[in-house]
Structures are given as structure tokens and as C-alpha cells.
């Protein structure tokens, strides 16, 4: 059985409220979970305390068993210090596409053109 840390939802609509739980893989978001570890509200403000609490002590021994934690928890525990989240690069993720390349050389040319006629 391959555990996970993970969030479910609750709240009302357009009023997210998160818990923090271990569940097994293969259960539903919002269902079936083994323990509550901790809670996460994005309604507060980022530097707000309470915007996530952790149970640290459960945490580290569900870590010890082996408890995968998803990528948003992982943040989590980075920034309480249980856990090393690696850093990611992507520089290929800024770079615009093909044809946004095209447009752009095209439209570099056009501007280009009034200041040659001008120059000569």
C-alpha cells in the first residue's frame, strides 16, 4: 500500500479550506484517509501563522514509514524544515512558441521598414 501526504478539499464553494492527510494512493481526494497531519486555508493571508499548521511529530513518522508527500505539501514541509523539496529549472518554459516567433519577426520588420525609408 503506498502511502501519500496529501490535501482534501472542504469548504464552502469559492471558500477553499484544506486538511492535511495521509491516505493511501489510491483513494479518492476527499475520501477515505489513514490520519489528519495538519490543515492549510489560502483564504488567510501568506503571512499569517495560521494559514498552515502542521502536526510535525505525526509528520516525521509517517515520512519514517515511507509516506509519499505530494508536490503542494512538499512546499509545505520544506518551509517548516521536515523535508528538502529539490529546486526545479525549466528554461525552456519562458521561451514562446513557434509561431509567437514568426509574429514577432514579422513585426520587427515592419517596424524596421518606415526607418530605412526614412534614413534614405
Same mark, same amino acid.
Given at each position: 500500500?503506498?502511502?501519500?501526504?496529501? *490535501?482534501?478539499? +472542504?469548504?464552502?464553494?469559492?471558500?477553499?479550506?484544506? &486538511?492535511?492527510?495521509? #491516505?493511501?494512493?489510491? /483513494?479518492? $481526494?476527499?475520501?477515505?484517509?489513514?490520519?489528519?497531519?495538519?490543515?492549510?486555508?489560502?483564504?488567510?493571508?501568506?503571512?499569517?501563522?495560521?494559514?498552515?499548521?502542521?502536526?510535525?511529530?505525526?509528520?516525521?513518522?509517517? *515520512?519514517?514509514? +515511507?509516506?509519499?508527500?505530494?508536490?503542494?505539501?512538499? &512546499?509545505?514541509?520544506? #518551509?517548516?524544515?521536515? /523535508?528538502? $523539496?529539490?529546486?526545479?529549472?525549466?528554461?525552456?518554459?519562458?521561451?514562446?512558441?513557434?509561431?509567437?516567433?514568426?509574429?514577432?519577426?514579422?513585426?520587427?520588420?515592419?517596424?524596421?521598414?518606415?526607418?530605412?525609408?526614412?534614413?534614405?
Amino acid at each position: 500500500m503506498s502511502l501519500k501526504i496529501r *490535501l482534501t478539499r +472542504g469548504g464552502a464553494k469559492k471558500r477553499p479550506y484544506y &486538511r492535511i492527510v495521509v #491516505a493511501d494512493a489510491r /483513494a479518492p $481526494r476527499d475520501g477515505r484517509f489513514i490520519e489528519k497531519v495538519g490543515v492549510y486555508d489560502p483564504m488567510k493571508s501568506k503571512d499569517d501563522p495560521a494559514r498552515v499548521q502542521l502536526e510535525t511529530d505525526k509528520i516525521s513518522a509517517w *515520512l519514517a514509514k +515511507g509516506a509519499q508527500p505530494t508536490d503542494r505539501v512538499l &512546499r509545505f514541509l520544506d #518551509a517548516a524544515g521536515l /523535508a528538502k $523539496r529539490p529546486a526545479r529549472n525549466n528554461p525552456q518554459k519562458a521561451e514562446p512558441g513557434e509561431k509567437a516567433k514568426e509574429r514577432a519577426a514579422k513585426r520587427a520588420e515592419a517596424a524596421a521598414a518606415p526607418a530605412e525609408d526614412a534614413a534614405a
